[in-house]
């Protein structure tokens, strides 16, 4: 069994509890409740557009161990929005990231940039979650999903208006992302079966999908050189967690990044 089986397991069980604490019915109508998702799709740039930087609030992960443990996701995410991220992805698993749902709700009220719930999702229930706590998209990782499940939870999230950020790895993902009708498409760089990362998996996959596809390249960005190489391999959005996490000046990073 993989690290990311193991997580997808594990959120089996963790939704069943939160399931049996308040019931679909009353999470959807706090999910009705909530204010309006905010465009995250058109805060992305298109392919051939300006590099736009989702930057991402991560306390620790299973291949880092811990980055910064006493990380104040407000404060983070106002450097974030200050220094022209495009929009915020915030971790909520707890025992793999060290999130929680009420971080992304604390980074809602306190920046107005589209925010993403960065998560194991595996039942519609998480997507209800992620609108209540305020969140205007979810990641849906294409490794961790049946086709059909794909497809329930990408119309899951056009029904509640999220967006949805599809996660990929390899070409065969890719199609089975574009075959469930996915627009936003992120090329993963970290195998989450084995944590090697390696840059040319976006500059491999990004160019191949279709031009109305908005494609993110995901993971193991660190420095400028690292995002002009991205740049120049038709990467438009970048979304990066660590590095902006560890960094001295995280506002003067993510600057540096989007005009690489
Ligand atoms: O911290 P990095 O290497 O900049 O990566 C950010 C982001 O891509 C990464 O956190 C991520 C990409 N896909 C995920 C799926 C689950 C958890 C985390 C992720």
Redesign the pocket.
Known sequence: MTVLDGILARKVDEVAARRAAEPDAALAARAAAAPPPRGFEAALSPRGGPLRVIA?V?RA?PSAGAIRAGLDAVAQARRYAAAGAAAI?V?T?GPG?GGSLDDLMAVRAAVDVPLLR?D?VVDRYQLLEARAAGADAA?L?VAGLAQDDLRRLLDGCGELGLAALV?VHDDAEAERALAAGARIV?V?N?N?HTFH?DLATSERILPSLPAAVKGVA????RTPEDAARLRRAGAANL?????LVRAEDPAALLRALGEA
């Open positions: 991402e991560k992960s992805s971790l698993d990231f960065k194991f990641l990782i996660e992120g993963n970290r989450l990362v995901e993971s193991g960005v979304l990066v967690g660590e590095a």
